[in-house]
């Protein structure tokens, strides 16, 4: 078909312009080379695509500028694509000498800005303790490149501090901006870990049920509406304490005295309203019902395990784990946590958390908010479930996918764009599942 097309053209410009049969073939064929190299890019065919546009550079054919300008961008998109972030440097150096006053074609100049933006970022942090994490083509997955590339457009564009996607256990995008800094936030993303470590003590007999009263570990919550509290209320936000934004949390030294001095607004199991302050009340009851901090816990039984080296929970002033927010991680630490809930528990073959409370964590947990489990958010379409956290540092499992994905973000942009919406559109879209 593109030989077809090739001579058609040059029938095209013979009859337009007179030019000679053999001449005007050359001038297709010169035309469609740019065409091919980002054909090629898009199928992530990154080595073919970086030799036919040097070759075609470097050849004595006549171009165009613009033919030319082409190329260069398609070239170093190869480069990048390939890790040769240096090559990539000096060939976009080579764009803006040449078509830097490029009128005409804006898209070329957005993707270049892209480009530009990608490369100036610092690549992967190197993790000399962490080899557990493979990369590779995309392509070779069956991962929609293009798709994939969009995501990573989102992610700049959103202000991401880093983006860490896995398929099939392999990671196949994982990108780091010059904002980031290790270890970074998890922000509310964390809530879904406290989730975890309250299965892995009720497993270790340590909790008794969810239905436990929170009187059976908090004297002060035994009275009124406190006394009908249960554990069950604080990992579903049905507790009956309100939401609260600067008059909670946030501005609080001791984060568990401030949370045991509230009192619900409304009977407990009536009202769905999410409550960081609910979440942090867990912290005083593990740790009584783990006989240590709940941060020496966690690291024991859940961080260390999975290799997590680079995580811990956050700690206020007192000492005390921020069970609601803030775990300090890293995105390749967070994506495992991603992978031991798609393995249903299982890490390498060994059972840390049961499969029931993995269901159970991600099953809709009461009727008033379906889409939210225990303290994990659900999704339909694409099928999945996810730990969401501020500014969007979320982590996001569709285990009918294999799909992982971790975004991270520290601090606001001046102009705050969403992610998820669009994200989940890319995600339908990666793959054929």
Not at 103 to 129: F, Q, Y
Not at 243 to 263: A, P, Q
Not at 393 to 420: D, G, H, S
Request: positive net charge; proline residues 5%; charged residues 20%.
């Amino acid at each position: 078909m593109r030989g077809r097309s090739i001579f058609f053209a040059a029938a095209v410009l013979w009859i337009c312009t007179g030019m000679s049969p053999m001449a005007t073939v050359m001038k297709a064929q010169q035309d469609s080379v740019p065409d091919k190299v980002l054909e090629l890019n898009r199928r992530g065919e990154w080595g073919q695509a970086a030799r036919l546009a040097q070759a075609f550079l470097i050849s004595s054919n006549p171009k165009s500028l613009m033919q030319r300008c082409q190329t260069y961008y398609g070239l170093a998109y190869a480069q990048t694509r390939l890790s040769r972030r240096e090559e990539a440097q000096e060939t976009l150096a080579i764009y803006e000498k040449e078509c830097g006053r490029l009128a005409g074609d804006g898209s070329i100049k957005r993707e270049v800005t892209r480009l530009r933006a990608e490369l100036n970022a610092p690549p992967a942090p190197p993790n000399t303790e962490d080899d557990f994490w493979q990369a590779v083509n995309p392509a070779a997955l069956g991962i929609n490149v293009k798709v994939l590339e969009l995501h990573g457009d989102l992610c700049t564009r959103t202000g991401a501090d880093a983006c860490f996607v896995v398929y099939k256990g392999k990671v196949v995008q994982e990108r780091y901006y010059r904002s980031y800094k290790a270890p970074i936030m998890a922000m509310s993303s964390t809530k879904s870990i406290t989730g975890i470590l309250v299965g892995m003590l009720i497993e270790d007999g340590k909790i008794k049920s969810l239905d436990e009263p929170v009187c059976s570990y908090i004297k002060e919550w035994c009275a009124g509406q406190k006394g009908k509290v249960t554990l069950r209320h604080l990992l579903t936000m049905t507790s009956g304490l309100p939401r609260m934004f600067s008059e909670g949390l946030s501005s609080v030294g001791d984060k568990n005295t401030f949370v045991i001095n509230l009192n619900p607004t409304v009977e407990p199991g009536t009202v769905w309203a999410y409550s960081n302050e609910g979440v942090q009340l867990l912290s005083p009851i593990l740790d009584q019902a783990a006989g240590e901090p709940i941060q020496d816990y966690a690291r024991k039984r859940l961080f260390e395990p999975l290799g997590m080296r680079g995580t811990r929970l956050h700690l206020d002033e007192k000492g005390h784990a921020w069970t609601h927010a803030d775990m300090e991680t890293t995105p390749r630490d967070f994506a495992r946590i991603g992978l031991l809930m798609m393995n249903k528990g299982i890490w390498q073959g060994k059972r840390i958390v049961s499969e029931s409370w993995v269901k159970q964590l991600t099953t809709p947990s009461q009727t008033l908010n379906p889409s939210y489990g225990l303290l994990w958010w659900l999704f339909d379409d694409p099928k999945g479930y996810a730990a969401l956290g501020h500014l969007d540092t979320n982590l996001y499992v569709f285990p009918e996918k294999e799909l992982i994905v971790v975004r991270m973000q520290a601090k606001p942009l001046a102009q705050q764009q969403p992610y998820e919406v669009e994200a989940l559109s890319i995600f339908k879209q990666l793959t054929q599942k």
